[in-house]
Structure formats: C-alpha cells, structure tokens
C-alpha cells in the first residue's frame, strides 16, 4: 500500500507541473536550451523518476513525450512506439496480451477518468519478463477540455518476485512438515517389514534347534527347506526386500535430518560424507527423475583420500550441494544435442589451507558477461517459469554469510561451469 501511495504522489507531482506548464506556455521569458523554462523543469523531473512517464494525445494514440526511464526499463528506444500507443502490444508478454489490449481500450474509450490497472508483464529484447503497474491521469485545461493523458509506469518486478519468493518460502516450510510427517508414517511399515524379514531369516536358519525339530515333525529337514527356497530364487527376493527396504529407510532418515528444525546447529562434519549423501539425496529427487532423467547422466565424484572435517551447519551446505547439482543437472540436460554424453564432476579438497568442494558439468557453460549475476536473486538461464533464479542467491547466502566462505563460478575444463565453494581457514579440522 506505501508503495502505491508513493507512486500516487509523483504522479500528482509530475501533474502538477505539467498543468503549470500548460498555463506559463509562452509566457515564461527565461529560456534553457531552447526550451521554456517550465518545460526544461518538466522534462529534468520526468527523467528523474523510477517509473515510465509519458504522455499521450487526447484521443490516447499517440505519445508526445516519454521519459528516459522507458528505455532503462524495457530496452527499448522509443522511437518506434511514438506514432502509435498500440504498438507498445508488441513488448507485452504472450499471457497478458489480451489484458493489455483490454487496458487499452479503456483508457482510450474513458480517458477523462483516471485508470489504475492491475500488474502485467513485459519483455524486453532480452527475453527478461518485467511486471508493470499502469496508471493514467487526464491533463484538462480551465474549460474541463482533455489536452493530455498522462501514464505512469512503474517496474514492479522485485517487488513481485519477493511475494512470490515469500509465498514459495511458506509452501516449502508446508512441505517440509509434510514430508517429515510422511517419513514418520512411512518409516513403521518400514520397521515392520524389517522385523518380518529378520524373523524368517531365523526361522531358517539350520543352526537353531527348534527349526530342525520344526522340519522334522513335518517330515523334512530346514536344509531342504532352504534348499528349495533358494531354488526358487525366493530367498533372491528376500534380500532384495531387505535391499529395497534399506534404501527407503535412507531416504526416510535424509527427510526426516532434512526438515528438522533443531538440525541447524553447527557441528564437525566430514565433508566427504555430506558430498556423498548429497548427491545421493539429489539422484532421488522427483523432479531431477522425472524431468531431466538424472538416471542416464554420469555423476563423478572425485574426492580427498582422507575425511576433510569443517565446522558447519550440515544441513546448509546439504542445501547448497543440491542446488548445485540441480543446476548442472539443468545445463547437461539443455546441451544434449552438442554433447550427448552428459557429465557432473564433483571434487572436494584442500588449497593454500582451505577445504573446498567444487561441482562442474560439461553443460554450454556461462558466458563471461553474466557470469558475475547468476548469484543474483530470481535470475536465471534456464526457462522462464520452471526455475525460479533463487538456488545460487541462497547458496551464496549461506556459504558467505552464514559460514563466512566463498562461492564463484568458473569455466570448466570441459567446456561448461564450475561452481567451486571454499570453506575461510578456521572452519578446518582435519
């Protein structure tokens, strides 16, 4: 709400010296640069604001005048658009086409009233999505006659991302409780088909002489039982189950560690082993399954001989080893048709004194140009609405300002991206 009454103001503001300068028009005698000097001090506070500023003629079809902020916003030059307010159609993004269209409309059809509409979104030539807040105001002059529209503007894009980052915060912190609620549910069959299973491997087993004594009243001997079984490839099936059962109760304790509120206490962890479980944890995530078939892409892992022990919160740097991973699983899948053998690395270590881990693939790597923005908040390579742009900020978040470390992004020795993570000197213990 203070945002929009902030935007209200300049625009009462850029208003009130437009009707200023309607009224002094040719009769102001200080001139600057050729103008009026009204109009230089219209156009010197219209280039100031944060917001798109323009004006249109009455009929709203064409623009007269618009700000410097248009192109800083959009990335485009306003030339193109100034004969024809519709053409500004072409910059709106294919889902908000219609509504846009709409707005327009309306503006054009009432435009001596003021119109305050509903964001949008916009593309600029670089395939970034800005969303947009629109609001018009009619100039009119003493007879109640319209000589102008004026439209505001305003980029609303961080704002929008921040609710939606905040909405995606809760949701997860929802999911998270589920899945511990679902671990627990999961892990008593789980219990219960251990226990069944320890108790048949008792009962067959021929050194207990309850289970000779047991055959023998039944006319055979525990020997042949087990003999049979095992030609039946049932005794196969029940170290499978107990194989199977293992790894759900792996990836039940990796839930249940990973949504644990008190699990964010610091404490000497063998780097190694987090790397291990992480990359385990990632291989078993839905959506790197599903999506990006993880299964078919060779994951490396090159580590130290020895355990390299840091002082750190476990389940952050869990956190950060999964996004990682998650965006090299991004980029090999993306790059398939240049290299189609995909490839993940991942190495830990220790260099001039400092245990580091680092994680490359051989995906199409990260131009130099926006090498420095990919730890930004909500920027992304990938496709626009299936990555949020969040993985990397909260990595660096938490390596920098929560374990007083480093993270970088480097050219990989295969072509594509290495994102090493270093860990300051007196968080090593080894």
């Not at 000097?37 to 219209?42: N, V």
């Not at 503006?107 to 018009?136: A, C, N, Y």
């Not at 993880?294 to 994951?299: A, E, R, T």
């Not at 130099?368 to 990555?387: C, K, M, Q």
Request: proline residues 5%.
């Amino acid at each position: 709400m203070i945002y929009y009454v902030i935007i209200a103001g300049l625009g009462v503001a850029v208003l009130g010296l437009m009707l200023f300068t309607l009224r002094v028009r040719g009769r102001c005698s200080k001139d600057i640069g050729g103008y009026p000097y009204a109009e230089r001090m219209l156009s010197l506070l219209a280039d100031n604001l944060p917001e798109i500023f323009f004006l249109t003629d009455p009929e709203v079809k064409g623009i007269q005048f618009v700000n410097s902020a248009f192109t800083r916003i959009t990335g485009y030059e306003p030339g193109s658009f100034m004969e024809s307010l519709a053409s500004l159609v072409q910059v709106i993004h294919a889902d908000d086409l219609d509504t846009a269209r709409q707005y327009l409309a309306v503006i054009q059809g009432r435009p001596e009233i003021p119109h305050d509409f509903k964001p949008f979104r916009i593309l600029t030539p670089s395939g970034e999505t800005r969303w947009m807040h629109v609001r018009t105001f009619p100039l009119k002059d003493a007879e109640g006659k319209i000589q102008n529209v004026a439209v505001l503007c305003a980029d609303i894009t961080e704002r929008h991302n921040t609710i939606e980052a905040i909405i995606t915060s809760e949701k997860m912190k929802t999911v998270g409780g589920l899945a511990a609620g679902m671990a627990h549910e999961i892990n008593n069959p789980l219990n219960i088909i251990t226990l069944a299973l320890e108790y048949i491997k008792v009962h067959l087993s021929p050194e207990m002489g309850r289970n000779r004594e047991a055959a023998l009243k039944h006319g055979t001997d525990i020997k042949s039982i087990v003999s049979f079984l095992d030609e039946q490839k049932i005794i196969r099936y029940l170290d499978s189950i107990k194989d199977a059962v293992s790894r759900a109760g792996k990836i039940v304790s990796s839930m249940l560690s990973f949504s644990r509120p008190d699990s964010r206490s610091r404490s000497k962890e063998d780097l190694n082993l987090v790397l291990r479980e992480s990359v385990e944890l990632a291989e078993r995530d839905y959506e790197m399954k599903k999506r990006y078939n993880i299964s078919s892409i060779s994951v490396e892992t090159r580590l130290a001989a020895g355990p390299l022990y840091v002082d750190c919160v476990r389940i952050e740097i869990e956190q950060v080893i999964i996004n990682i991973i998650k965006n090299a699983v991004r980029a090999v899948h993306e790059n398939r048709e240049q290299r189609p053998e995909p490839h993940i690395m991942v190495e830990s270590g220790v260099s001039n004194g400092r245990v580091f881990f680092a994680i490359s693939d051989n995906g199409p790597g990260i131009p130099e140009s926006i090498r420095a923005r990919i730890f930004d908040p909500f920027y992304t390579t990938g496709e626009v609405g299936l990555n949020t742009g969040m993985g990397l900020y909260i990595s660096y978040f938490l390596i920098n300002g929560n374990h007083g470390g480093s993270i970088e992004a480097l050219p990989a020795p295969e072509g594509g991206t290495t994102i090493k993570v270093t860990f300051p000197e007196d968080k090593i213990n080894i």
